[in-house]
């Protein structure tokens, strides 16, 4: 009799555990039922890209910037009086130098790669200024493309006599080629206006760039046009 109520009671154990795990099954997802829990599978884990200090600072940074010729911006009445513009070939000379005889070419004293060329009047207090800033501001910068012949620097003074012209190249302290139009007929060929330009030409000597003022802008514009024939 003792045995039979200990078989009765083992029985009745083992029933409520059956039940309780039912239970718990019908509380469990539909595909998780049956199975034993498992490891997780890292093959199913998709690899989460990882972005480098370097690649936040490329994306945050502007676009390098770009040299770019420098454009001529003039009103309509300036570029009226202007006879050559830009892409047009600079007309071509025969000059001599203040107090010498012996004609020189521009093809004889252009650069290679580029040519600064200043058309002016030593009666004007403009044109003496701009002479001096070529030789100051402009020549530093550009040293030795110059002494390599890469780039040249020049300068016609017209409707001048030679004195005149010497005497403010000498005062000056120009170093750079000074050309003499005595009469004004090479100029007439570039300008209706006063004989003043600053010409920026290829190695063929045609125009790329032009001002008929001196200023902060007018240099740093021939600087940039520079850097760019130079690169």
């Known amino acids: 009799m003792r045995h039979g109520m200990v078989y009765v009671l083992c029985v009745g154990?083992?029933?409520?555990?059956?039940?309780?795990?039912?239970q718990k099954k019908e509380g469990m997802p539909t595909s998780m039922r049956g199975k034993a829990p498992a490891m997780l599978d890292t093959n199913e884990i998709t690899e989460i890209p990882t972005i480098s200090q370097t690649d936040l600072t490329h994306s945050a940074s502007p676009e390098?910037?770009?040299?770019?010729?420098?454009?001529?911006?003039?009103?309509?009445?300036?570029?009226?009086?202007?006879?050559?513009?830009?892409?047009?070939?600079?007309?071509?000379?025969?000059?001599?130098?203040?107090?010498?005889?012996?004609?020189?070419?521009?093809?004889?004293?252009?650069?290679?790669?580029?040519?600064?060329?200043?058309?002016?009047?030593?009666?004007?207090?403009?044109?003496?200024?701009?002479?001096?800033?070529?030789?100051?501001?402009?020549?530093?910068?550009?040293?030795?493309?110059?002494?390599?012949?890469?780039?040249?620097?020049?300068?016609?003074?017209?409707?001048?006599?030679?004195?005149?012209?010497?005497?403010?190249?000498?005062?000056?302290q120009i170093t750079y080629p000074v050309l003499l139009d005595t009469d004004g007929s090479w100029c007439a060929k570039v300008t209706t206006d006063k004989p003043f330009r600053v010409f920026l030409l290829d190695a063929t000597g045609k125009i790329l760039w032009f001002d008929i003022e001196c200023s902060d802008s007018t240099l740093r514009d021939l600087t940039n046009g520079l850097h760019l024939l130079l690169k």
Not at 13 to 22: D, F, H, K, L, T
Not at 98 to 110: A, C, E, R, Y
Not at 118 to 131: E, G, H, K, R, T
Request: hydrophobic share 45%; aromatic share 4%.
């Open 13 to 22: 154990i083992i029933s409520a555990c059956v039940v309780g795990c039912e």
């Open 64 to 172: 390098a910037e770009t040299v770019t010729m420098p454009e001529v911006e003039l009103p309509q009445n300036d570029l009226e009086k202007c006879l050559v513009r830009v892409n047009d070939t600079l007309p071509t000379f025969e000059l001599p130098m203040p107090g010498d005889t012996v004609s020189h070419s521009f093809d004889s004293l252009k650069g290679a790669k580029a040519t600064v060329l200043l058309v002016w009047n030593p009666d004007d207090l403009y044109s003496i200024q701009a002479l001096e800033t070529l030789q100051t501001d402009l020549l530093p910068k550009i040293q030795q493309a110059v002494d390599s012949k890469e780039v040249a620097i020049l300068a016609v003074a017209s409707a001048t006599t030679s004195e005149a012209a010497g005497a403010a190249v000498a005062n000056s």
